[in-house]
């Protein structure tokens, strides 16, 4: 394949996310074969059934951009010891109706980062018991719970220490070979 389109998800709305910040910092440590899309997720209804026959053009916004994509990657914070109600609802929105989830089959990353020192350990868990459900195939290891430190993030919105940026160059690459091996 000449090039990977990867759906980049971030579970965030806050202007200022340190999950955003993340997931931009780990786009510039991607191959130059691999093109990067961060998908919209803030304007998405509330999933409810009824509305399974005509979705919102967000949604369908949403389905189409998954499809277009070879890959996935998830950003995601921890909020209350979960997922953030935007990306579960995200999930639901793209997997329905029954029988047509956008997810199914793209392979995918997951990663976050947070203040705490467990990262988003919990979080990425919740996310992995429903990518297992939706029929992502999810890479494993390394996981990555990312504390947020003072110099996670230079200036420029790189990874600002080195230690860190070898360990989510690592992650990177791990991801790049899962996307590889599952899209070819």
Same mark, same amino acid.
């Given at each position: ?7 980049v998800?971030v579970g965030?709305?806050?202007r ?5 910040k993340?997931a931009?910092a780990? *786009?510039?440590?991607?191959?130059p074969?691999f093109?990067?899309?961060? &998908?919209?997720?803030?304007d998405l209804? #509330?999933?409810?059934?009824?509305d399974?026959?005509h979705?919102a053009?967000s949604?369908?916004?949403l389905?189409r951009e998954?499809?277009?994509s070879?890959g ?7 909020y ?8 579960k609802?995200?999930l639901?929105?793209a997997?329905?109706p029954?029988g047509q ?6 392979p ?6 947070s *203040?705490g ?6 979080s990425?868990q919740h &996310?992995?018991i429903?990518?297992a459900? #939706?029929?992502v195939?999810t890479?494993c ?8 430190t003072?110099?996670?993030f230079d200036?420029?919105g790189?990874?600002g220490?080195e ?9 990177m690459?791990?991801?790049v070979e ?7």
């Open positions: 394949m000449s090039q990977y389109q990867i759906a998800v965030s709305l806050r200022e996310s340190f999950n955003r993340l931009d780990l *786009i510039k440590l991607g191959p074969k093109a990067f899309k961060h &998908l919209t997720i803030g209804p #509330l999933y409810n059934q009824d399974d026959d979705p053009d949604v369908r916004r389905k998954i499809a277009e070879q996935l990657i998830f950003v995601t914070p921890e209350n010891r979960s997922m953030p109600g935007v990306l609802n995200a639901d929105q997997s329905r029954y989830n956008a997810w199914a089959g793209k995918a990353g997951v990663i976050g980062a *203040i020192s467990i990262g988003t350990a919990i990425q &996310l992995r429903s990518l459900y #939706l029929d195939p890479l290891q390394p996981e990555a719970f990312i504390h947020v003072e110099d996670l200036e420029a790189n990874i220490n230690r860190s940026k070898k360990f989510l160059q690592g992650w690459d791990r991801y899962w996307t590889r091996k599952h899209v070819a």
